[in-house]
């Protein structure tokens, strides 16, 4: 593998994308489990979103499409625990 094929990858991102997407995926949970495994994920995965989008921005902007998903799933996950998810549902 050559040094530009290996300079293009972003495994940051992936992560935040693959927490971020368990995150959401697990929120729905009733009785707080889905809170607390969901919530926890989303908030592990918006760390992974912030060090990803600094590592992407570094290297002119290779590897944001997972980051932006990672966003958008945690965003979403944020806004469904605010209105109930994980607790009531």
Same mark, same amino acid.
Do not use: D, M
């Given at each position: 593998m050559s040094n530009a094929a290996a300079r293009t990858r972003n495994p940051t991102a992936w992560a935040a994308f693959w927490v +971020? %997407? $368990?995150g959401l995926v697990l929120m729905p949970i009733p009785l707080f489990i889905g809170l607390i495994l969901g919530g926890g994920l989303? %908030? !592990?995965a918006a760390v992974l979103v912030v #060090? $990803?989008?600094l590592k992407g921005l570094a290297r002119s902007g290779? +590897? #944001?499409a997972p980051v932006v998903f990672a966003a #958008?799933? !945690? %965003?979403l996950?944020? +806004?469904g625990i605010s #209105? +109930?998810?994980g607790t009531i549902w």
């Open positions: +971020g %997407l $368990a989303s %908030l !592990v #060090i $990803a989008l290779k +590897g #944001i #958008i799933f !945690v %965003l996950t944020w +806004g #209105i +109930g998810g």
